[in-house]
């Protein structure tokens, strides 16, 4: 099987590039790599995309996670389309009140909901929320957890573990522009799953913190479950020092299952923020859900929630659609978890083949590989290698398999058995030319 040729893609990357800037919708700081990174699509259906040239691709990049009905899955347009055919912009519409009560049903924490568009603005709003009702100001987050693109809560790196204030970094999510003392005025930056860290910095200073807000699984920190103990830790020192506790489950939720990874783990946190996956994929939606006491300070006005797009009927029809296949389809998440484990096994296999060291972490539903002998434990001292992931990364989708660029595995509602064998049929090839990619880097 040879190489992909994209004589379309490669000339609407130059094309798009002079109005784009680098081509594409988002960057970070991410390592450059030897091939061309864009390639447009034009056609989706099932777990299956198709390029200009009419290349065809295993998707399991799923947008980030967020296509978890998969492309053109009937049931689903369908619902969108009707409800573009009734109303599209309106303030208040007929699907809020149960979408809301859906929502507050499934998920533990949720005693009340707000809409967004993006976990990004969800995230600051929920960090509001929680200054607001504590009436402090900091708040603690976790190396290696990524909670959107704002300039309070990326990157950065601590100098003095005994107040780790951060300062700005070099990584991936450091950026220029932003107010150099951002991060050291709001946040504390400490080591996840180390329950010692986090109770000591909270004895110290809970005069100071409003809140602490973590991935309740590690996805974006390199695929890490917590250790066992450690959230229901986290639950217990947020409340004896009187600190809000926010989960960000723009990924967990609604993926790894209906009552997200804080029903998976019996821990109840005192708000949450969602994305991703809860509308689907189609649209951009993202909620915040939460105690009453919490989530009614919008009702008494002393915390503003703005937003144009907010509760928009378009994305509660998407939110509706998605949350019932998932619901009516019995054994769902089990089935999409035991068929992304079983490309993990091809793809292990195929890594051993070729004298490539891969590890695979992470939930069945959300996966991650790593170029290493060892699973990623510690982002402190230890982190993934980015560039050698991006590279394997860039060799699979020649062969017509997408990762996300960031390592990821997701599955849809559509992954099926042949799904497995044309990724079983075209890894080996994948990972053979990666290896010699990396050995002439010098990183094989």
Request: glycine residues 10%; neutral net charge; proline residues 6%.
């Amino acid at each position: 099987m040879t190489q992909r040729k994209h004589p379309k893609s490669i000339e609407n990357s130059s094309r798009v590039k002079k109005y784009l800037p680098g081509g594409v919708h988002y960057n970070t700081h991410s390592p450059k790599t030897p091939i061309e990174r864009v390639i447009p699509f034009h056609k989706g259906i099932g777990s299956r995309v198709w390029d200009p040239d009419g290349n065809e691709y295993l998707d399991l990049f799923c947008k980030f996670g967020a296509l978890i009905v998969g492309h053109q899955n009937l049931r689903y347009n369908e619902a969108l389309k009707d409800c573009i055919d009734r109303v599209l912009a309106v303030d208040q519409c007929h699907l809020e009140h149960e979408v809301c009560e859906r929502i507050v049903h499934l998920i533990p924490c949720a005693e009340m909901v707000r809409f967004g568009l993006s976990g990004t603005e969800s995230i600051q709003n929920a960090l509001r929320l929680a200054r607001a009702y504590s009436g402090k100001q900091k708040f603690i987050r976790f190396i290696g957890h990524y909670h959107g693109n704002a300039d309070n809560i990326m990157g950065g790196a601590v100098k003095d573990p005994r107040y780790p204030a951060p300062f700005p970094g070099v990584g991936d999510y450091d950026t220029e522009g932003r107010d150099p003392e951002i991060l050291q005025r709001q946040s504390f930056l400490i080591p996840w799953n180390d329950s010692r860290v986090l109770e000591e910095l909270l004895s110290n200073c809970s005069q100071e913190i409003a809140a602490v807000i973590m991935e309740p699984i590690a996805i974006n920190g390199g695929g890490v479950l917590p250790e066992p103990g450690y959230l229901e830790k986290a639950r217990s020192l947020c409340s004896r020092y009187g600190v809000v506790l926010i989960f960000d489950e723009v990924i967990t939720g609604f993926r790894v299952g209906l009552n997200g990874a804080q029903g998976l783990f019996g821990v109840v946190p005192d708000l949450a923020v969602f994305g991703k996956a809860l509308a689907g994929g189609a649209v951009p939606v993202s909620a915040i859900v939460g105690k009453k006491e919490i989530m009614n300070l919008y009702a008494q006005q002393r915390v503003v929630h703005m937003g144009t797009f907010n509760g928009y009927p378009l994305g509660l029809a998407a939110i509706r659609a998605t949350l019932q296949l998932l619901a009516e389809d019995s054994g769902c998440f089990e089935r999409m978890g035991s068929l992304n484990l079983r490309i993990a096994e091809c793809f292990v296999e195929a890594a051993k083949n070729a004298s490539l060291p891969l590890v695979i972490q992470g939930v069945p539903n959300a996966l991650l590989f790593h170029v290493r002998e060892k699973p990623v434990e510690d982002m402190v001292n230890d982190p993934p290698d980015l560039e050698r992931n991006a590279l394997l990364y860039l060799y699979a989708r020649q062969y017509g398999i997408l990762f996300s660029y960031i390592s990821r595995m997701y599955p849809n509602l559509l992954l099926a058995e042949d799904d497995v064998a044309f990724f079983r049929e075209r890894i080996g090839e994948a990972l053979i030319a990666a290896k010699k990619a990396l050995q002439l880097l010098g990183r094989g």
